[in-house]
């Protein structure tokens, strides 16, 4: 079949507003209704959350936080009716199962998008006609490998010979062992590849566009291969779930142009996006990755719009060095998790323990001896021993003795000048530049080294508790309280900060801490954190001031679960 000439890609427009106190749409992926969550997609949400907390807490400006459920395409149709269901009610239930688990890890989101909601379809249906308009579709004849569960065409490049159930040779996808079908339809085309080049100067002029690196290096090697027109829909006697092609009948528009334009529905396109778009970060799985970083902004270019500001990359997780599977029967509930870690220590585990640019694994042990050791004993047994009635009488914020504890230059030249140490010092440095620093790893995508970085500060202060041994100081001593008070002091300031910048992540937990030490809410943001004021020399807030009610341990102690204990006797 002849083309009509191919069309140049028009300059996006750009409307957003940009500067300090701008708006910024996070997002998750929307996920994929034909089965229930398992924790690869909450850690999306999570790190999505963390962000969005994080954002909020530095009052950068509006922002949301959107997420939901992608409810239309092949994969759904024939699993409804696998479970003798039909596609909408697989889709309420499914779609249910999200939203309840989203809300229970305590995800903050603002907006939950359904791509079977009427707003996202007449949403979609438009962005059809700005494609169409630009004249970046064509009708053609398609035919190749369809892999059913990716709901996409693979070149034979990314397929491998197998032998199925019954021992027949087939072709699977070397990535997901999916098997694939050879498919020939007569669709709707999109000139992908008249953006090879808009595609590669955009992430040439915006480096950061894709984090962490490594998939942005990956991208820019994408654009040096070959780059097809890609099939944007699929014959509508085949495909029944899903949004027809309006003024063609015959066809349904494929349910990743219907799925990625739930970033636009939800800002209120085509109407009102402009007050929010392109300032968008999307947080996607690598799988998805050419979905996001190649399909999504041509199409957005061809419809007149500009690429999303930053797209954030995270691996997979595994269970004891296996790919999660329905078939290995080791796919983990998320709901189970919750229950038997807590809310805060599955969030912190999964947030602390990820890292995006490669796979993690997942087992009990480590989830437990993790949480026990950072957040029960670490920060936990920190708050307890320093607000202790036995240590604390008082039951308040002590003052800081600057005689004791002066300002120094250089403190590996400080000797004789009052009762602190180097490794004081050390600590002071450390815990003031906390801020920053994890504000640093935040808009890097890379929360497990700020939640590395508050761990080590955690540690470093619990020596310092340990090191001058309160408990051993004789409060009748007037010089002896003076140098009590600034112990305690000093450990209460840094663990207000610990409270503080943990919030994105433990929210509960950073709450509860805060709230024992008297921390009004007003008084929890970012931008307005200082510590330790009076060994600069300035007023402290909260020198003085009764510490809030004790409630008891911050975090307790999590046990083994039972399968891991029979485990262990077994050996």
Not at 384 to 400: D, E, G
């Amino acid at each position: 079949m002849l083309r009509p000439p191919r069309c140049l890609p028009r300059p996006p427009r750009r409307s957003a507003s940009t500067g300090p106190g701008r708006r910024l749409l996070l997002s998750t992926p929307i996920f994929y209704a034909n089965g229930p969550p398992h924790i690869g997609h909450l850690y999306s949400a999570l790190l999505a959350d963390a962000l969005h907390r994080h954002r909020g807490l530095r009052g950068a400006g509006p922002g949301r936080l959107s997420t939901g459920t992608d409810e239309h395409g092949l994969k759904i149709q024939q699993a409804a009716a696998t479970a003798g269901t039909s596609p909408a009610e697989l889709c309420e239930r499914v779609s249910g199962l999200f939203r309840q688990a989203l809300t229970q890890a305590a995800v903050s989101f603002t907006d939950f998008v359904r791509t079977s909601e009427p707003r996202h379809q007449r949403a979609v249906r438009h962005f059809w006609g700005a494609l169409r308009d630009s004249g970046a579709l064509y009708k053609g004849c398609y035919e190749g490998w369809y892999c059913t569960p990716e709901e996409c065409f693979l070149p034979e490049s990314q397929l491998a010979e197998r032998r199925d159930a019954q021992g027949r040779p087939c072709k699977v996808s070397v990535e997901t062992g999916h098997q694939v079908h050879w498919t020939k339809e007569e669709n709707y085309m999109f000139r992908l590849s008249a953006f090879r080049d808009p595609l590669r100067n955009w992430l040439l002029d915006n480096p950061h566009a894709i984090s962490p690196d490594p998939f942005y290096q990956r991208v820019l090697r994408w654009l040096e291969e070959d780059l097809p027109d890609l099939s944007v829909s699929r014959e509508r006697s085949r495909l029944q779930w899903g949004i027809p092609v309006p003024s063609d009948s015959t066809q349904t528009i494929y349910v990743w142009v219907d799925a990625l334009v739930n970033y636009l529905s939800v800002v209120g396109y085509p109407e009102t996006h402009g007050e929010w778009w392109p300032a968008a970060h999307h947080v996607v799985g690598k799988d998805i990755l050419k979905f996001h970083a190649i399909y999504w902004p041509a199409l957005l270019m061809a419809a007149g719009l500009a690429p999303p500001e930053r797209i954030f990359v995270h691996s997979h997780w595994t269970v004891r060095g296996q790919k999660m599977s329905k078939s290995l029967g080791n796919v983990i509930d998320p709901f189970a998790c919750i229950g038997q870690y807590t809310l805060d220590g599955f969030r912190y585990f999964l947030l602390r323990q990820g890292v995006p640019e490669r796979d993690c694994d997942y087992y009990d042990e480590k989830v437990v001896k993790l949480v026990n050791s950072e957040l029960a004993d670490a920060l936990g047994g920190l708050l307890n021993r320093s607000t202790a009635l036995s240590i604390n009488p008082s039951n308040t914020y002590p003052c800081f003795s600057e005689s004791c504890f002066p300002k120094v230059l250089d403190y590996r030249e400080a000797k004789g000048t009052g009762r602190a140490s180097a490794e004081d010092y050390e600590l002071v440095a450390s815990v003031a530049s906390l801020p920053l620093q994890v504000a640093s790893y935040f808009e890097g995508f890379q929360i497990y080294k700020a939640l590395e970085c508050i761990a080590l500060c955690v540690r470093q202060t619990n020596s310092f508790f340990q090191r001058h041994r309160p408990w051993k100081l004789d409060r009748k001593d007037p010089a002896e309280q003076l140098w009590l008070d600034t112990i305690i002091h000093v450990t209460l300031e840094c663990l207000r900060v610990y409270g503080t910048l943990l919030q994105p992540v433990i929210p509960h937990t950073a709450d509860k801490l805060l709230s024992r030490l008297a921390v009004e809410p007003e008084e929890r943001g970012l931008s307005s954190l200082t510590f330790l004021p009076r060994y600069n020399g300035k007023p402290c807030p909260f020198e003085g001031r009764q510490l809030g009610p004790d409630t008891g341990v911050l975090f307790h102690r999590l046990e083994k679960s039972r399968q891991h204990q029979i485990e262990t006797k077994k050996l």
